[in-house]
């Protein structure tokens, strides 16, 4: 094949015809009043608010941060995580390292983005996904011990700031 000239415009593929409807009136007609008695009952109902199981405090300590600086979205600093200490009823351990690469906007708002690891007392490595506008922050797992593969499904809210070690977050899980 020949390389096309660069005066040559691209060829937009032409988009396969759209499937016609499958549904036949009535079909059609029960699924949007299900639908409406669906949206009706969910409005009725008070929802209930999710239970939150509290599973540890950390302590998290840093090395000096490397300055990005002003970008297009606010100021960034790269944010080492060096360590630190987690206790609770859930887990308990050590922080290994990681990364938080969160970014200040112009209100100065801190929003964390960071990735780090949890040394379990009993050996298991967690992964801790983290994002969030301080002083709220969510929180995922990932890990391959049995153990704490509950984790898995888990989706964790913290809270937290600066402490005198670094920054403190007391963690609960969400609708356990
Ligand atoms: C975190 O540090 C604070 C302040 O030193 C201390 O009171 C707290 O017990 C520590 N928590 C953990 C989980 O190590
Ligand atoms: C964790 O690993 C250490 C070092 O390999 C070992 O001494 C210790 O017994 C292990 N603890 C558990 C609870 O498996």
Do not use: C
């Amino acid at each position: 094949m020949k390389q096309s000239s660069k005066s040559t415009q691209p060829v937009v593929p032409a988009l396969p015809s759209l499937p016609k409807p499958k549904y036949s009136q009535p079909i059609m007609l029960s699924l949007s009043l299900s639908l409406l008695t669906l949206a009706v009952t969910a409005l009725a109902a008070d929802p209930t608010p999710p239970k939150l199981t509290y599973l540890y405090s950390a302590n998290l300590t840093f090395l000096a941060p490397i300055t990005i600086g002003a970008v297009p979205s606010g100021s960034r600093n790269l944010l080492t995580i060096s360590g630190g200490t987690v206790k609770g009823p859930k887990i308990n351990g050590k922080v290994g390292s990681g990364v938080d690469w969160g970014l200040t906007d112009s209100k100065g708002v801190f929003s964390p983005d960071a990735l780090y690891t949890l040394h379990t007392s009993d050996n298991a490595t967690i992964l801790v996904f983290e994002k969030g506008h301080a002083p709220n922050v969510q929180i995922l797992f990932e890990t391959a011990s049995e153990k704490y593969a509950w984790l898995n499904s888990a989706v964790g809210y913290a809270s937290g700031g600066p402490n005198d070690v670094g920054i403190g977050l007391d963690v609960w899980q969400i609708g356990a």
